[in-house]
């Protein structure tokens, strides 16, 4: 037996379709992120590292907090920081903030890495103790703080998704939502006036075949964005 729940808000109606679950485990479009921020800590040799992951979408954004840490930890000896960006996780970058090269950005990152996470910003603000900690004190103590943030931190999969965009008249509306049902996490918005037109949002490895079952239907055309 087939059983289905369609929700409805004001810009969006999703489709959720139970039978469709065990094709979309499979999919590889899918990565990880935080949900909210969260702070650690961790103490070496009276040093304080205060840590916090903070999700952001852009590197203005991630430099915006960097800065607002900096003011706000204006006593501290050293912010240090790194962030992942993008489904792909191709743009990334650390600071070590005055720290030895490689002892502070790059732990931080590697502890994002581990975690496969993306879309997020780590800060370690560090306190001097008066004991040097040497280079693989310091390392150890970045990377346990970023780890302390990320662990008390709420991790999420979100899907990359695709937008479609397309265009048909009225007599099509039935024929087309048969085939947007069959689909699971399907959004749209639509616009009813002249012609139908309707901005879809679909997991993206189901794209193609999304447009392959819409493109058979004579009268549905696409429109590019």
Same mark, same amino acid.
């Given at each position: 037996?087939?059983?289905?729940?369609?929700?409805?808000?004001?810009?969006?109606?999703?489709?959720?379709?139970?039978?469709?679950?065990?094709?979309?485990?499979?999919?590889?479009?899918?990565?990880?992120?935080?949900?909210?921020?969260?702070?650690?800590?961790?103490?070496?040799?009276?040093?304080?590292?205060?840590?916090?992951?903070?999700?952001? $979408?852009?590197? &203005? %954004?991630?430099?915006? #907090?960097?800065?607002? @840490?900096?003011?706000?930890?204006?006593?501290? +000896?050293?912010?240090?920081?790194?962030?992942?960006?993008?489904?792909?996780?191709?743009?990334?970058?650390?600071?070590?903030?005055?720290?030895?090269?490689?002892?502070?950005?790059?732990?931080?990152?590697?502890?994002?890495?581990?975690?496969?996470?993306?879309?997020?910003?780590?800060?370690?603000?560090?306190?001097?103790?008066?004991?040097?900690?040497?280079?693989?004190?310091?390392?150890?103590?970045?990377?346990?703080?970023?780890?302390?943030?990320?662990?008390?931190?709420?991790?999420?999969? $979100?899907?990359? &998704? %695709?937008?479609?965009? #397309?265009?048909?008249? @009225?007599?099509?509306?039935?024929?087309?939502? +048969?085939?947007?049902?069959?689909?699971?996490?399907?959004?749209?918005?639509?616009?009813?006036?002249?012609?139908?037109?309707?901005?879809?949002?679909?997991?993206?490895?189901?794209?193609?075949?999304?447009?392959?079952?819409?493109?058979?239907?004579?009268?549905?055309?696409?429109?590019?964005?």
């Amino acid at each position: 037996m087939r059983v289905a729940i369609t929700l409805r808000t004001r810009n969006f109606i999703l489709y959720f379709s139970p039978l469709r679950t065990h094709i979309l485990n499979n999919m590889n479009d899918v990565y990880k992120t935080i949900e909210e921020s969260a702070e650690g800590y961790v103490s070496e040799k009276k040093s304080k590292f205060i840590s916090v992951v903070h999700p952001v $979408k852009s590197a &203005d %954004e991630a430099k915006s #907090i960097v800065d607002e @840490y900096r003011k706000k930890y204006y006593d501290a +000896r050293h912010v240090c920081w790194a962030y992942m960006l993008g489904a792909e996780r191709n743009d990334f970058r650390a600071n070590d903030d005055g720290e030895p090269s490689g002892t502070a950005g790059r732990p931080i990152l590697g502890q994002i890495n581990s975690h496969e996470l993306t879309d997020v910003l780590i800060l370690v603000v560090r306190y001097f103790g008066g004991t040097l900690l040497g280079t693989s004190g310091l390392i150890k103590a970045y990377k346990e703080a970023a780890a302390d943030a990320i662990t008390n931190a709420k991790i999420v999969e $979100k899907t990359i &998704d %695709e937008p479609i965009v #397309i265009r048909f008249d @009225y007599v099509l509306l039935n024929e087309v939502m +048969r085939i947007l049902k069959q689909f699971e996490h399907v959004r749209w918005e639509q616009d009813f006036k002249e012609n139908c037109i309707m901005r879809l949002q679909i997991r993206k490895s189901l794209a193609p075949q999304l447009r392959k079952m819409l493109g058979k239907v004579h009268g549905v055309s696409f429109i590019v964005i």
